[in-house]
């Protein structure tokens, strides 16, 4: 099999619920997604998303991914997409880092060697070890009732573990944190993720504010040394998400920082390969492992289905569906989930079916 096109396409996703607000006043009502598809010489098309959190979430953006696909691509014309490990040191020969762009590619791939061996990626990745597994939702960084209500509503759907948005005041957050607490029940699993969003200073106040509660903590500061300052002394469990980009990082968050969980993103990390490599390490750390992306729709929520369906079930922490937080439903709203639990499609590859005539024409091709 060999690849003899590229298409990439834009789209857009609103969000599900009005307004997504994180800290700092990073605020999302519609985000810019791509897609791509491989198409190869013996029919089969593979499929892969990757769609950014505004501009200043991550070191990303809808238009520099864009352009690193169109650097990319000459380059894999001709190479057989079955054979994931070289399209992927094709790809790092011709540009260094753009894990952003790459991941859409590799996913894409996956999805063609499932395709071409008629098995769904999950058996690829060795098997599903979660027949179904529990889905959270992000809460919006609001009032303390309102994400309160937020949390009461999306509970009678079904929903019991959450990441509330907070990282601006830690007196206010503590608050925010302890009405979403008295939201829930005692098998409520909440994350309050900051988003890199306070300083050494603030993460320690609202850490200690935190400290009677059944909560996690998540990405208190922007970098790994300083999360490691503020978290120093503290016995909130703490989750790293944005600083770890590599294998070095994850040892950094059990040995120095004390995480107790890992959130992996197949943008940061450049893909579906990488995300389960990195998701074996961490369960061999005993660590717990969340798995998603920044953003996006049925495609990326196909891929993240897959990586948590072959995930020890005691190590699985939190995943989402995007395609229930956004109406990016481009392969009909599939996967779906139900009664807020999820499951990995089961026909080849991604398991979906993208409505190529909805999308349009393709931003650009390359290839035939």
């Known amino acids: 099999m060999k690849i003899v096109g590229i298409d990439v396409f834009g789209y857009e996703l609103g969000y599900a619920h009005g307004e997504y607000v994180m800290s700092g006043n990073r605020a999302a009502v519609t985000e ?48 057989d997409p079955t054979n994931v490990r070289n399209v992927y040191q094709v790809m790092d020969s011709a540009l260094m880092g753009q894990g952003f762009a790459k991941s859409a590619i590799d996913i894409a791939c996956w999805d063609l060697l499932g395709k071409s061996t008629e098995q769904p990626i999950s058996a690829l990745l060795g098997g599903v070890l979660n027949s179904d597994f529990p889905l959270y939702e992000a809460v919006p960084l609001g009032s303390p009732e309102s994400m309160a209500d937020f949390i009461s509503a999306r509970r009678a759907e079904g929903i019991n573990r959450f990441q509330l948005k907070v990282g601006n005041n830690p007196h206010e957050d503590t608050v925010r944190a302890r009405a979403c607490v008295e939201a829930g029940d005692r098998d409520t699993v909440i994350v309050a993720d900051s988003n890199g969003g306070w300083n050494i200073s603030d993460a320690k106040i609202a850490l200690k504010g935190m400290a009677d509660l059944p909560i996690f903590v998540e990405q208190p500061c922007r970098t790994t040394t300083d999360c490691i300052l503020a978290h120093r002394g503290s016995d909130v469990p703490l989750v790293l998400d944005e600083s770890i980009i590599d294998s070095t990082e994850v040892f950094r968050a059990k040995n120095d920082a004390n995480a107790v969980s890992i959130n992996l993103k197949f943008g940061k990390l450049g893909g579906l390969t990488n995300v389960a490599r990195m998701r074996d390490l961490v369960q061999e750390l005993n660590m717990l492992v969340s798995v998603e992306d920044m953003w996006g729709g049925d495609v990326i929520t196909a891929a993240t289905s897959h990586v948590a369906a072959t995930t020890r079930p005691e190590s699985l922490l939190m995943t989402p569906f995007f395609n229930d937080w956004t109406d990016g439903h481009v392969a009909g709203h599939q996967p779906r989930s139900v009664k807020g639990r999820g499951s990995a499609p089961t026909g080849p590859g991604l398991g979906i079916t993208v409505d190529v005539e909805a999308l349009g024409a393709p931003l650009f091709v390359v290839g035939n």
Request: net charge negative; hydrophobic share 40%; glycine share 18%.
């Open 32 to 79: 810019d997604g791509t897609l791509v598809r491989i198409r190869t010489d013996e029919g089969l098309d593979g499929w892969g998303e990757i769609t950014t959190l505004g501009t200043t979430y991550l070191p990303t953006f809808p238009r520099g991914i864009r352009a690193a696909l169109a650097e990319l691509g000459p380059g894999l014309i001709g190479l």
